[in-house]
C-alpha cells in the first residue's frame, strides 16, 4: 500500500498549498499522536518538536502542538535545532517521539514534517501508513485531564552540542586548525560553530543570520562556492557546510576543492578499516561506482538502498553494519548516532586527519570518481515515466551505448513532480551526452 502524504523524508510541500496548511498539521499532529502515543506505552506520552529557521516554523508549530496535545501527547519544544539533535534529545530524554518542521535543503517557501520513533529512528512505512489512516478520521479532543501540556527545554542546544564532542576521540583535539563553518542559516547557527571552537579550532561562522527568509540561499551545503570563497579568502585550513536542517554534509580543503558524500563516506570506511574495525558499507543506487570498487578493494561489503537516509538506515539495521551515505552528503555512523547527522560526521572526518595527520586530498587520493550527469525534468503530477515510450526507448540506446563502462538510473522525486536522470561513464562527455539524451526523451510527447 502507497502513502499519500509521506514522501521519502517525511511530509513537505509549499506552504499553504496542501499538505503544507495548519488544518492539515493540525491533523497531522493529532492522528501522530494517536498512533505514537498509543505505542509508547507511557502513562504520559511526550512529543520532542524542534524546527529550522523558516518563517512558516511558527505557525506549523503552534498547529503541530494543538495537535499533539489534543490527542492526549505532552509537548516539549526547543525552537530551532537540527534534525539530528531532535533523534539524539528524543531518545536521550526517553520520550515517546520526535518531529521537526523543516524542509532541510529547500528554500524558505516550502516547509515539512519529519519523524523519530522512541529510539531516535526514522519512522518505518507501516508507522506513517498508519498515522495516514487516522488523517481523514474524526479530530476528538481528549478530555481535560488527559490533554497534553507544553514546556520549552531551554538546555536543549547545550545537550546537544556535549553530545556531538562526546563523539570525537578524548585524545584528539582541533587546536591549529582554522576552519570555516557554514551553517546555512538553518537550524545548526547556534550550536555547530561552537561545537569546533569548544574542541579547540578557530573558527569562521558563515551563514549565522537566519531571517526567516534566506535559508540555503547562496550558502550551504547545497551551495557550497560561499564556503569555497571563504575558506580561500579567510587561508582556512578547511570547510564544512551543513544545509538547512544539518543532516547532510559537504567539506572543502584549503584550495577550495569539494569533498561530497561519496568521498567522506569513503573516508570513514577506510580510517575505520585502518583502526581494524569491519563492517558493510551501504551507498544508495546515485552511490558512484568508484566508492563501490574501492570499498571492496579494503575487503569490506557494499550493498546499495533506494535513495533516501531512512532507506540507508533500514538496510544497514537489517545486516547489522555501521556505515551508510548518500553522495548529497547524508552519512551515517550508527556507532556514533542513530541518524545522518552533518556535525557528527565532520568531526569523523576530522578525527581521521587527527590520527593519520593526513589532509582530505591525501585521505582520498585512492579514490577517483566516474563522472556523473544529473538532470532533474519537471513531469506532470502522477506521472509514470516507466511507461513513457520515447524514454525507455532511449534509455535502451544509451545503455547499449555504454556498456560495461558506466550505468543508467532514472527514478522519480519522493517530494517533487521531478524525473531524475543519471547516466554515469568513464568519460565526462559520454556522461553528459547520455544524459541529456534521456532528458530529451522525457520530455518528449510519446508516439
Not at 495537535?67 to 516539549?76: C, K, L, P, Q, S
Amino acid at each position: 500500500m502507497s502513502r499519500k502524504y509521506f514522501g521519502t523524508d517525511g511530509v513537505r510541500g509549499r506552504v499553504g498549498d496542501a499538505p503544507i496548511t495548519p488544518d492539515f498539521v493540525l491533523r497531522l499532529g493529532y492522528a501522530a499522536g494517536l498512533v505514537l502515543g498509543a505505542r509508547s506505552g507511557h502513562a504520559r506520552p511526550a512529543v520532542l518538536i524542534g524546527k529550522d529557521t523558516r518563517v512558516s516554523g511558527y505557525m506549523l508549530e503552534a498547529a503541530l502542538q494543538a495537535g499533539f496535545t489534543a490527542a492526549g501527547m505532552d509537548v516539549r519544544l526547543t525552537g530551532p535545532m537540527p534534525t539530528p539533535a531532535v533523534a539524539y534529545l528524543t531518545r536521550a530524554l526517553r520520550l515517546s517521539a520526535g518531529v521537526v518542521i523543516s524542509a532541510s535543503h529547500n528554500p524558505y517557501l516550502d516547509n515539512g514534517i519529519k519523524f523519530f520513533s522512541a529510539d531516535g529512528s526514522k519512522l518505518p512505512d507501516a508507522t506513517e501508513l498508519e498515522i495516514e489512516s487516522k488523517i481523514d478520521g474524526p479530530l476528538e479532543c481528549a478530555d481535560s485531564e488527559s490533554m497534553g501540556r507544553a514546556l520549552r527545554i531551554n538546555d536543549a542546544a547545550g545537550r546537544y552540542i556535549e553530545f556531538c564532542k562526546s563523539t570525537f576521540p578524548s585524545e584528539l583535539n582541533l587546536r591549529g586548525l582554522k576552519i570555516v563553518v557554514d551553517c546555512a542559516h538553518g537550524a545548526a547557527y547556534e550550536v555547530a560553530p561552537h561545537v569546533f571552537h569548544e574542541l579547540g579550532a578557530e573558527v569562521v561562522p558563515i551563514g549565522v543570520a537566519p531571517n526567516g527568509f534566506n535559508i540555503n540561499e547562496g550558502c550551504g551545503a547545497t551551495h557550497p562556492e560561499a564556503l569555497q570563497l571563504a575558506v580561500r579568502s579567510h587561508r582556512a585550513d578547511l570547510g564544512i557546510s551543513l544545509d538547512g536542517d544539518a543532516d547532510r554534509l559537504i567539506m572543502a580543503d584549503k584550495t577550495g576543492r569539494l569533498y561530497n558524500g561519496d568521498e567522506l563516506l569513503y573516508i570513514l570506511v577506510a580510517d575505520g578499516v585502518a583502526q581494524g574495525k569491519r563492517s558493510g558499507v551501504v551507498g544508495t543506487v546515485m552511490t558512484n561506482l568508484a566508492v563501490e570498487n574501492a570499498v571492496l578493494a579494503l575487503g569490506v561489503e557494499f550493498a546499495r538502498a533506494p535513495v533516501g537516509d531512512r532507506y540507508v538506515l533500514e538496510l544497514l539495521q537489517e545486516k547489522g553494519w555501521t556505515w551508510g551515505g548518500e553522495s548529497s552528503g547524508h552519512l551515517l555512523c550508527l556507532e556514533k548516532h542513530t541518524t545522518g547527522d552533518g556535525i557528527v560526521s565532520a568531526l569523523q572526518v576530522l578525527s581521521a586527519m587527527g590520527r593519520t595527520g593526513r589532509s582530505l586530498p591525501r585521505l582520498t587520493e585512492d579514490l577517483t570518481l566516474y563522472p556523473q550527469k544529473l538532470i532533474n525534468v519537471r513531469v506532470p503530477k502522477e506521472f509514470d515515466w516507466a511507461l513513457h515510450g520515447p524514454l525507455l526507448e532511449a534509455r535502451r540506446t544509451v545503455e547499449a551505448g555504454l556498456g560495461p563502462r558506466g550505468r543508467v538510473l532514472i527514478r522519480a522525486s519522493g517530494t517533487e513532480p521531478l524525473v531524475r536522470v543519471m547516466v554515469e561513464a568513464q568519460s565526462e562527455s559520454d556522461a553528459r551526452t547520455g544524459a541529456e539524451t534521456l532528458a530529451a526523451a522525457l520530455s518528449a510527447r510519446p508516439q
